[in-house]
């Protein structure tokens, strides 16, 4: 568990990180350098879940060796489904990150919401319902790491 007081934002007592694989650890299917490390060190504090639509069909070959659950979403609907897994696993306990349409719900709902503006670009909705804006998803995994990134961020 990670908590966090953050002042003038809120109290964050962090159970699960929810991510979205293309686009957010992944680009054209394949996972970037240092989130492997990053997602072992994080399995020490948080539960992780890759919520996915899968889209060039092999995450869980890329996520083999990464202590992650894995949910692969069919085709429609997975913003609906990708926002009901947050709230199953209680969304006040979840911080998720994404970087596409189909991860705005999620984000908007979780208790801390980072988006990845990356190499395969950032869904205008994902950024509106975000609280945080990191430029690779080793940043934003990072953030989780070392939460005190978060005050400096998100203090008012």
Do not use: W
């Not at 957010?24 to 060190?41: F, K, Y």
């Not at 395969?120 to 950024?127: D, F, K, P, R, Y």
């Amino acid at each position: 568990m990670i908590v966090i007081d953050i002042p003038g934002f809120r109290t964050l007592s962090l159970e699960h990180l929810v991510l979205d694989f293309n686009g957010t650890l992944a680009v054209d299917g394949r996972l970037l350098d240092g989130v492997e490390s990053r997602l072992a060190a994080l399995a020490n504090e948080l539960d992780l879940h890759v919520v996915t639509g899968n889209t060039y069909g092999d995450a869980r070959d890329h996520l083999r060796n990464c202590p992650v659950e894995i949910v692969c979403l069919p085709a429609a609907g997975q913003a609906r489904a990708k926002s009901d897994y947050v709230r199953r696993l209680g969304a006040d306990r979840v911080a998720a990150m994404g970087n596409g349409r189909n991860d705005a719900l999620m984000l908007e709902q979780a208790a801390l919401g980072i988006v990845v503006l990356g190499t395969e670009g950032l869904a205008t909705g994902a950024l509106d319902a975000a609280d945080v804006v990191v430029r690779h998803a080793v940043d934003g995994l990072g953030l989780l790491l070392r939460p005190k990134r978060l005050i400096a961020t998100l203090r008012s």
